[in-house]
């Protein structure tokens, strides 16, 4: 009976271990949505952001999840279009601070703060943060891209 019960138990918090990795991976709010997933982006509608360069508040009753990662969208169309190519979509460095990346860390990122370079989209921390990347944008990215293969995989309380 012990037994039974004792890989039960390790079959059931393996089952949450991806669940676990990608919070450590991409910058989701806390709980999940109706799809069983944390939400990303903080419910704005990637592909408005990127397509329109326009930041629209998604819907949950248009929700893609993409890497263990629930989206919000506008429209079917945009759901549609993100499920199509959500690569084209996805926030860099996992949705974290691009500056913030760039210095070995994990911080929110903020929608009100991006910048789309190359069809890109880049989040960051607040106002000032922002300012200081646009001093830099090419270094900036640069140095974000050289850290997150470092820091992808480790929890953002552990940096």
């Known amino acids: 009976m012990k037994t039974t019960l004792s890989i039960a138990t390790l079959a059931l918090g393996l089952a949450f271990l991806p669940s676990a990795f990608a919070a450590d991976e991409h910058n989701v709010v806390p709980g999940l949505t109706a799809a069983g997933a944390p939400l990303g982006l903080h419910g704005v509608d990637p592909v408005a952001f990127v397509d329109l ?12 999840v993409h890497d263990g990662v629930a989206y919000y969208f506008d429209s079917k169309a945009n759901m549609d279009a993100f499920k199509k190519n959500p690569a084209q979509y996805v926030p860099a460095h996992g949705g974290f601070c691009t500056f913030g990346v760039s210095v070995g860390k994990k911080f929110d990122g903020d929608p009100r703060y991006a910048d789309i370079r190359n069809g890109t989209l880049y989040l960051f921390l607040n106002e000032e943060i922002f300012r200081m990347y646009q001093k830099d944008k090419d270094g900036t990215i640069r140095k974000a891209n050289a850290q997150w293969q470092k820091i992808e995989h480790v929890a953002a309380t552990d940096l």
């Open 53 to 64: 360069d326009n930041r629209v508040d998604g819907s949950a009753a248009y929700t893609a």
